[in-house]
């Protein structure tokens, strides 16, 4: 019996591998159109806004790496920006540099881990990385040799590789010296080569003719491809700094998910990650990334989801080429971090995630104690645009029987790399056809 003469068809999957977190998606269709799509986020949450609170003005940092072993450079970055803003001061030059060096190495592993281990089983059909290891091994051992030289880079700088230790407000504990970067720029090197061969690689993929029509978010800075400061932007003309975040975002609760889900105050959902980076700040690029994109032919007017892919290879090599300009530039600073007083103050800082815009605020009292915690993740605000997506992605492949359109639902949200449990999981899948 085909699917379109069954008047009820109900679809589960309980597990889905190859994302990061823990969740749902429900698809219903009634009489040949999609009738609801939800992207339910039930994992618990976490409370760590509410944890913060009470804690002195040093502990972010630390306290929110812990959110995601996958980006906790983000976290810590953004804590970083938003404390420093409260107490008024401003970390540049070499410092500043160290920092961006440590985010290239998580650009590096972080998209390395989703490129290779979670999206491309998807266009080479396979339905994990253990089959796709089994079929191309070189392909799969590249991509662990690249993401083996982005954890390098942040354990070099950090302290170690996951949850780095050596950052502070103001900076580091301590700094390296030109002599410890020399052997990292020779395995950036490397890392280089590795990505312009993962860029031409990925551009091989067959992908879906879909794009996306939702306003595209990120930083953006006049001197630099945005990742640690700048203004937030879009391509719908929105221009504003981050401390008025707050004032044109609002989040609010869906029954389905226990992430909060972010829209622009009279504009609605908004996408934030590689594909509005890539739109909004392509002449950004290191040169011999940007001279890749146009080589496989990818540019700024790209809205198609599924070749974000390439995107972040390209963005990989673009973080691999920059992390050398910086080792050959840098020269060790007299004093490893600039001396930041607590006052009475809200700060408000945003970094480029892997995934996407990530922004905190945070108050402090006159002793320096935490007294307001707020934290937006890329996944949730993406969450809305998600939906939306997949909503147009159904209805595109409504004469697909269940089992190939789970396939393409599955793969159009590794679109996006979710990383659930920041937003707070993935993915169950319940397709009910009436």
């Known amino acids: 019996m085909s699917h379109r003469s069954r008047p009820e068809r109900l679809l589960e999957n309980n597990a889905l591998a190859r994302v990061e977190g823990e969740g749902a998606l429900r698809v219903e269709i009634r009489n040949g159109q999609v009738a609801d799509v939800q992207l339910r986020i039930y994992e618990p949450p976490r409370f760590f806004e509410a944890f913060l609170r009470g804690r002195s003005y040093t502990e972010p940092p630390d306290l929110t790496a812990r959110i995601c072993g996958i980006c ?17 001061i401003t970390v540049d030059g070499p410092l500043r540099d160290l920092r961006r060096l440590m985010y290239c190495g998580e650009w590096i592993e972080s998209h390395t881990l989703h490129i290779y281990l979670l999206h491309a089983p998807d266009f080479l059909g396979h339905d994990s990385a253990l089959t796709f290891a089994a079929a191309d091994r070189a392909a799969l051992e590249r991509g662990l040799a690249l993401k083996k030289i982005g954890n390098e880079a942040i354990e070099l700088i950090g302290g170690r590789a996951v949850h780095p230790i050596n950052v502070r407000v103001g900076g580091f504990y301590r700094v390296p010296s030109r002599r410890d970067l020399a052997p990292l720029r020779d395995r950036l ?6 990505a312009q061969s993962t860029v031409s690689w ?7 003719d879909h794009e996306v029509d939702t306003e595209l978010v990120a930083l953006q800075h006049p ?22 975040f707050a ?12 992430a909060l889900h972010a829209r622009l105050l009279e504009r609605g959902r908004y996408l934030v990650g590689p594909l509005a980076r890539f739109a909004l700040n392509f002449d950004q690029l290191q040169p011999l990334a940007r001279s890749a994109a146009r080589e496989v032919g990818i540019g700024p007017d790209c809205r198609n989801p599924f070749r974000s892919i390439v995107i972040r290879a390209i963005e990989v090599l673009h973080a691999c080429d920059l992390a050398v300009e910086l080792i050959d530039r840098y020269e060790q600073p007299d004093r490893t971090f600039e001396v930041a007083e607590p006052r009475a103050a809200i700060g408000h800082g945003a970094t480029e995630a892997p995934r996407g815009l990530l922004y905190h605020r945070y108050g402090i009292d006159d002793d320096g104690l935490v007294t307001d915690a707020v934290i937006v993740p890329p996944t949730s605000q993406n969450q809305p645009a998600i939906e939306h997506d997949l909503w147009h992605l159904v209805e595109e492949n409504l004469d697909l029987d269940d089992e190939p359109l789970r396939r393409r639902a599955e793969a159009a949200i590794r679109n996006y790399d979710p990383c659930i449990s920041c937003a707070t999981h993935f993915l169950d899948l319940t397709v009910v056809r009436s």
């Open 202 to 208: 990925v551009a091989g993929f067959d992908f879906p």
């Open 247 to 258: 004032d044109h975002v609002a989040e609010h609760h869906v029954a389905h998910s226990t």
């Open 223 to 244: 001197d630099e491809y945005a990742v640690m400061s700048g203004r937030i932007v879009s391509t719908g003309g929105l221009e504003l700094g981050v401390e008025d």
């Open 189 to 194: 090197l490397q890392a280089r080569d590795l």
């Open 72 to 88: 906790p450079v983000a976290y810590q970055m953004s804590a970083c920006s938003a404390i420093e803003a409260a107490c008024g």
